[in-house]
């Protein structure tokens, strides 16, 4: 089995309150800030996106700074997101899914309970709906009638040493990336976590469809994960600082995770 070498690509940026972060947080404490980020896995035999982001307009849309496309981000890696074959949609919220018309060689791996949740009676309700949008999600249902939609019905091994585990909790249908590497298993958390506060210190983020599987969710994280410091939130703007670029170059652009993380400042 050839590891894989694993890349965040750090793509837009916001703002936040302790609130926003944490159930029960402080509405007037201001906390860290919520990176948005797509990931790379390759090695020799393949190169595998996970999630696609979103785009200017979205980023307008919903008061985030954006920094880059995540094919940019991609391109700075040398990888062109129009001849990606495989993309892992961890779940369908607008940051996870928005680019996928970037991808137009790609079929995309999701699981069956989150296409059915964000296509189901939940989403009258805008507490669960915020975070979709509409056409985006119009758009994967497109995409399946087209054959380019792989499900899922829980854990998928989508290449040797790469796999997708079904964690749900903040949506239905939410996976996390299982990958192997030079340094052991690491594991993508996606919104499993956002922060490493989240799971590490026990508190919820308050965007969930079911609080008790995202807390049972933190435990199969480490499960799969070589060891705990290989579970990777995220959004939390600490990977950035965790992890170093591949070059000096792509320095607050993109870090390697397939690697020993140092130590929390």
Same mark, same amino acid.
């Given at each position: ?62 008061? &985030? ?76 249902? &497109?995409?399946?009638?087209?054959? &380019? ?79 705990? &410091? ?36």
């Amino acid at each position: 089995m050839t590891p894989y070498e694993v890349y965040a690509i750090r793509y837009a940026t916001v703002a936040r309150r302790a609130a926003e972060n944490f159930i029960g947080g402080d509405p007037h404490e201001a906390a860290a800030r919520l990176d948005y980020f797509v990931w790379l896995v390759r090695n020799a035999e393949r190169a595998v996106v996970v999630d696609t982001g979103f785009n200017a307009a979205a980023a307008a849309r919903r008061g &985030r700074e954006f920094l880059r496309s995540p094919a940019e981000g991609l391109a700075l890696l040398g990888v062109e997101a129009a001849r990606v074959d495989t993309v892992v949609l961890t779940h369908l919220h607008y940051d996870h899914v928005g680019n996928f018309d970037l991808f137009p060689a790609a079929t995309f791996h999701l699981q069956d309970d989150e296409m059915a949740y964000a296509t189901g009676r939940y989403m009258a309700v805008p507490h669960f709906a915020h975070a979709y949008e509409v056409d985006e999600v119009v758009g994967m249902v &497109r995409n399946v009638y087209a054959g &380019r939609v792989t499900f899922h019905a829980g854990d998928a091994e989508i290449a040797p040493g790469l796999s997708v585990h079904l964690i749900s909790g903040h949506t239905r249908g939410l996976q996390a990336v299982r990958v192997h590497t030079r340094v052991g298993w690491v594991v993508l958390a996606s919104d499993a976590s956002h922060y490493y506060a989240n799971m590490g210190e026990g508190r919820p983020f308050p965007i969930v469809a079911d609080v008790t599987r995202m807390v049972d969710g933190w435990r199969r994280l480490r499960e799969l994960a070589s060891a705990p &410091r290989h579970v990777v939130p995220g959004h939390d703007p600490e990977v950035m600082a965790r992890y170093a670029a591949p070059s000096p170059a792509l320095a607050g652009i993109a870090v390697r995770l397939d690697a020993e993380p140092c130590s929390p400042a």
